[in-house]
């Protein structure tokens, strides 16, 4: 396989293991946001449940090109570190979905939130030294989960 296809195959399995993990939270979410999600006490502030789905849209493409790039650097074996922790904040963003809405448990679920939003931090910062584009496509993710974790944190004070 040449370079160029090379690079099309490592962009699409980004963007699979992104949006896989998208369905993978969403599964959990379908099932808990139109009665438990829509019942509990929530901050004024609280963005629109139709907004929600957007965001993370974008938020996951981003994330998918900013492996990419990331990649496009080092090659799959250039950084296992940064690849590792980047597999590791997909697996805690899938988590805080099932702990949030599949168990109802904000207060586990602010726990996990934590944990994605360290390796979050983490990944961007190698990702940054990598390729700072790469750095860059990560700043609103981390902007979006911060804005998340504080939003569960005031549902679970709401709700205990």
Do not use: E
């Amino acid at each position: 396989m040449n370079l160029h296809a090379q690079r099309w195959v490592a962009l699409g399995l980004f963007v699979l293991l992104c949006y896989g993990t998208a369905a993978l939270g969403s599964m959990a979410t379908a099932r808990s946001v139109g009665d438990w999600y829509a019942g509990i006490r929530k901050p004024a502030w609280t963005p629109p449940t139709w907004l929600f789905g957007p965001v993370w849209t974008l938020v996951y493409a981003s994330m998918a090109v900013a492996g990419w790039l990331a990649w496009k650097q080092t090659g799959w074996f250039g950084a296992p570190a940064a690849f590792m922790l980047f597999a590791l904040q997909l697996v805690l963003n899938a988590v805080w979905s099932w702990l949030f809405f599949a168990l109802r448990n904000p207060g586990a679920a602010l726990v996990g939130m934590g944990l994605l939003w360290l390796s979050i931090l983490v990944v961007l910062i190698l990702f940054w030294r990598i390729a700072p584009a790469a750095g860059w496509l990560l700043v609103p993710y981390l902007g979006w989960v911060t804005f998340a974790a504080v939003l569960n944190l005031r549902i679970w004070r709401l709700n205990a």
